[in-house]
């Protein structure tokens, strides 16, 4: 069954002449913008045959909605997004934009996610005697998941 539902995005990818930020990456965290984040793929040389560098928008969105049906018509308010979190420079064009939809990409735990991961480690315990876990399963931060690992391990230090 079923345990996760999945954030559907459209993904644009701008070529530019150059990057203004130091920064790899960073969220949105607005609710009146569209972009939830922001990549600088040129931070560490990674760039077009031509020397251009790029940078990934991501927007979440409902599948049929009138950005996932019509993204070419959403770019220019996306590319003003990405200068108003300050990875390109005031004014400065876009060379090219490439958009994706992806329908399934960040999984999010249904309310029946623990009930059904429950019975799968109750399962792989009496199979395994205990010789496999599943550490972070359904962590979201770095400190719960060691935190996770550490119970799994019995460690209490």
Same mark, same amino acid.
């Given at each position: 069954k079923e345990s996760n539902s999945y954030v559907s995005q @459209?993904?644009? %990818?701008? *070529?530019?002449?150059?990057?203004?930020?130091?920064?790899? %990456?960073?969220? $949105?965290? !607005?609710?009146?913008?569209? =972009? &939830?984040? *922001?990549? &600088?793929?040129?931070?560490? $040389?990674?760039?077009?045959?031509? $020397?251009?560098? *790029?940078?990934?928008? #991501? @927007?979440? =969105?409902?599948? &049929?909605?009138?950005?996932? &049906? !019509?993204? #070419?018509k959403y770019k220019n308010e996306i590319w003003n997004e990405i200068i108003s979190m300050k990875f390109a420079e005031k004014n400065t064009k876009f060379e090219d934009c490439k958009i994706f939809n992806i329908p399934k990409t960040v999984p999010i735990p249904l309310i029946s996610f623990e009930k059904n991961f429950d019975l799968l480690k109750s399962y792989v315990r009496s199979k395994f005697n205990n010789k496999i876990f599943f550490p972070g399963i359904g962590i979201f931060t770095r400190n719960l998941f060691l935190e996770s690992l550490r119970r799994e391990l019995n460690f209490n230090d």
């Open positions: @459209v993904f644009y %990818y701008f *070529v530019t002449k150059r990057v203004f930020s130091r920064f790899q %990456y960073a969220h $949105g965290n !607005d609710a009146n913008i569209l =972009t &939830n984040r *922001v990549s &600088n793929h040129s931070l560490y $040389g990674e760039k077009t045959i031509n $020397g251009k560098s *790029v940078l990934s928008a #991501e @927007v979440p =969105t409902a599948i &049929n909605s009138n950005l996932w &049906n !019509d993204p #070419e």
